[in-house]
């Protein structure tokens, strides 16, 4: 078995009970066994009974302690999470969330708005610690000011006017953060958050789930489909791999001085958009992309029926190719001060593109 977890995690202090929403999702999947093998005990709240099996195997073969591992059966969509049993964690890790492009507002809403705030009052409810999982894009204030979002007053924001701006799930996302980081404080509960960019794979195996942004990338690239760079070569679609963020992840809930604090879990030295797609293409054997097209092009086709198909991308994928720089200075100092060694990007983005397949899962999830 290749040895996938993060190095010098014998150290761990004190060990914690720590609830998983997403356990089955790709991020939770890689966190679970990073959690386990430092001496945590996980509670994975899992959808389905038949989920269990599955995720303990992953865990195990991901050099986990499925020991270590317990589920609870729950649903974000349902009031109080349809919690089916009584849980007691000290940690809460929130990485569920209906994760997907053109997603149906009331699934949003109930899902990753809703869902979230039923999350921040069992935390409330159990004095736990809780760690929220937002998105890069929650960092970037040109953004947020762009759109008119003051993410203290959730209130004062028209959602609907920014959904049909973003897309649902980039406005539920947004959304859903600033109201529980609101509630989380009305609430007294002690918590952080960290803010993944677009996901790489494991900087080793390449595991990538189907469904996740980058792997749909490759899957163009592969297919001889994307026959010009969306954005100038100042564009880029900034990345971290799954086992830089759930190192973070684990070191993070560690941390005693964390109240309060969003960390932005992003690779600087991810490649420019341009660069990323042709690492892609020479990686799986196909001709270098040269030609460039402007974002205002490719949104302009994809709003016209007859031209669409032939945009091998979503409008709502178009949001995070972006030319803002991010700062990471915070995410450094956090890297040094536990020990956390960053993958090298360029290599994560070879394995994951020489770990494609058609077959990919998507996650532990479909049974
Ligand atoms: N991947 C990225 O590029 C990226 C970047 C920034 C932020 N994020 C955030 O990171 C988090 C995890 O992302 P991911 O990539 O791991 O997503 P993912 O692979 O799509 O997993 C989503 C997880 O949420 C669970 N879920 C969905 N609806 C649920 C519901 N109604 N009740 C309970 N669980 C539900 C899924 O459970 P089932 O298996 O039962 O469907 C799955 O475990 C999300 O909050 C996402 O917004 C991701």
Redesign the pocket.
Known sequence: MVDTLPSSYDDVGDAMKVML??????????TIPVLTSAGHDVIA????PA?AATLSDLVSERGGDPERLSYVI?????PE??LTESVDPDVIV???????WNLDPD?AR???VE?SLDVVRLAARHNAQLVL?????LTNQTHLDELGIDLARPDDVDWAAISAKTGV?EAS?IE?HARAVCLATELGVTWQAI?????CGHSITGDL?A????NDLIATVKSGRMAAIPGSRHHWLPL?T?DHLTAVITRAIEDPHAHGRELLALDDRSPSLGELINLIAVTAGRPRVRAHVPIGALRFALAVPGLRRAVPTSRESLGFIRTDRFDVTALEAFEKSFGIDRPDIHRAVEASTRAWSPESR????IS
């Open positions: 929403t997403g356990a089955t999702g790709f991020i939770g999947s890689w709240l899992i959808r389905r989920q729950g649903d974000l969509a349902q999470l349809g929130h990485l569920g969330a209906s994760f997907a699934v109930a899902t990753n869902g999982i937002g998105g890069y894009m799930y996302k859903s803010h993944p960019a677009t996901l789930a469904g996740q942004p980058l971290v799954v998507s996650s532990i999830l």
